[in-house]
């Protein structure tokens, strides 16, 4: 889908080993493949499937969503950080796309 | 009147039913703080003639769930479309090769309290005029563009993106500007009048029953200074002139049409209602 723009709320730096709160949000329809159109036929399914989150390479939190989440799913998760490093977020389309914003964090 | 004592009684029967359940009633006494900076107004003194004791924003009146959404610009689902809007402000549209910011500048600059002055008075048209016809009015005797239609999705962010730089402003508008006064005496007179099978006014829910329930939803003092709002009911930003409608459809009757005399009016009086509560643009209600 055009038109998506991930936010990403992740703090700029951190002590080493502090716990942080990150948030995300992300604009998209989310439609659940059981409401009918004005045609009367089904909208077909097209949701988020799948979110992940890396911490230079390695898996932080991920989960899988699905078509009873609303639209524009927002998700907040705590991380631990012991270096400094690039935390990548991913969002996995139903069509297929992939999209992707990265994070630096530094240690204080 | 009949209909009110019956309201008023169902609801003092509900709360004795159930006591110990927080939907008693009432707008909640919380301060709204947005991001941990900006100190919104949430409660003001009502400006003279005006029929409430205070103005309250129907912020207090949400649940704490609701509530929270808005004190976080980044949790807030309106900030979403404010983000298209500011999008929207740099594109270029038209036969002038323009777009807002080639006249207008930094939003953030040239916007900032804005908001909180709509509607004006404007002379060209004769009218009052909110913040989504002097877009209009900019994009086809400046820009060379195309009207936007009544709610597309481009207005209500653009609208949404503009109002916002007044976030915190408290609403104050100029009667005594051109014929504002007539305009808002017509919509006073809107706003008491009963319409539809129900035979409702404005003035039934928001000014007589504020603070009751009319079924299972809460009843603010329905002032405006969140437009356009985000509603989780239609999980997207919803325009003024789209609640109005609503409102009036709810009292089944015929509704006026979107930037109408009539709505128009109405929108003076009841922002004029709301003076002195902060722009909350883009409120998050329920």
Not at chain 2, 27 to 52: C, F, K, N, S, Y
Not at chain 2, 166 to 174: C, E, R, Y
Not at chain 2, 223 to 233: A, E, H, I, Q
Request: hydrophobic share 35%.
């Amino acid at each position: 889908m055009d038109n998506i723009k991930p936010r990403v709320k992740v703090p700029k730096s951190a002590s080493a080993g502090e716990i942080i709160t990150i948030k995300t949000l992300i604009n998209h329809p989310m439609e659940s493949g059981l409401r009918k159109g004005k045609d009367g036929n089904l909208i077909p399914r097209q949701i988020i499937n799948k979110f992940t989150c890396e911490f230079n390479g390695k898996p932080v939190f991920s989960c899988e969503l699905e078509p009873a989440i609303s639209a524009n799913p927002y998700i907040e998760f705590s991380a631990k950080v012991n270096e400094a490093g690039t935390f990548k977020f991913s969002w996995l389309d139903d069509d297929g796309s992939v999209y992707e914003t990265e994070n630096k964090i530094a240690i204080k | 009147m009949r209909n009110q004592i019956i309201a008023k009684a169902a609801a003092v029967a509900m709360t004795a039913l159930v006591p110990g359940i927080a939907f008693a009633g009432g707008p909640v006494d919380e301060e709204l703080v947005i991001d941990g900076e900006i100190q919104m107004i949430t409660r003001a003194a009502p400006p003279e003639g005006h029929p409430l004791d205070e103005v309250l924003s129907g912020w207090l009146y949400r649940t704490e769930e609701t509530r929270l959404l808005e004190t976080d610009t980044f949790e807030n689902p309106g900030m979403l479309e404010v983000q298209d809007g500011a999008d929207l402000w740099n594109t270029v549209d038209g036969s002038a090769g323009k777009s807002c910011a080639s006249c207008h500048g930094d939003a953030e600059e040239s916007m900032a309290g804005v908001g909180a002055s709509f509607p004006k008075w404007d002379e060209a048209s004769n009218r009052p005029i909110n913040v989504e016809l002097q877009i209009n009015k900019c994009r086809t005797e400046e820009m060379g563009a195309e009207a936007y239609k009544f709610d597309a999705p481009e207005q209500k962010a653009l609208t949404a993106y503009v109002k916002h730089q007044s976030l915190g402003t408290p609403v104050a508008i100029d009667l005594a500007e051109g014929h504002m006064q007539s305009w808002w005496e017509k919509g006073n007179e809107l706003y008491y009048t009963r319409t539809g099978q129900l035979n409702l006014s404005c003035a039934s829910c928001h000014e007589q029953n504020n603070g009751n329930y009319i079924r299972a939803d809460h009843l603010s003092q329905g002032n405006v200074n969140g437009f356009p709002t985000y509603r989780l009911k239609q999980a997207s930003l919803v325009s003024l002139h789209n609640r109005f409608r609503g409102c009036i459809r709810d009292t089944r009757a015929e509704f006026p049409a979107a930037f109408s005399d009539e709505l128009m009016a109405l929108e003076v009086y009841v922002t004029w209602r709301g003076t002195g509560l902060s722009v909350e643009t883009p409120a998050v209600r329920q």
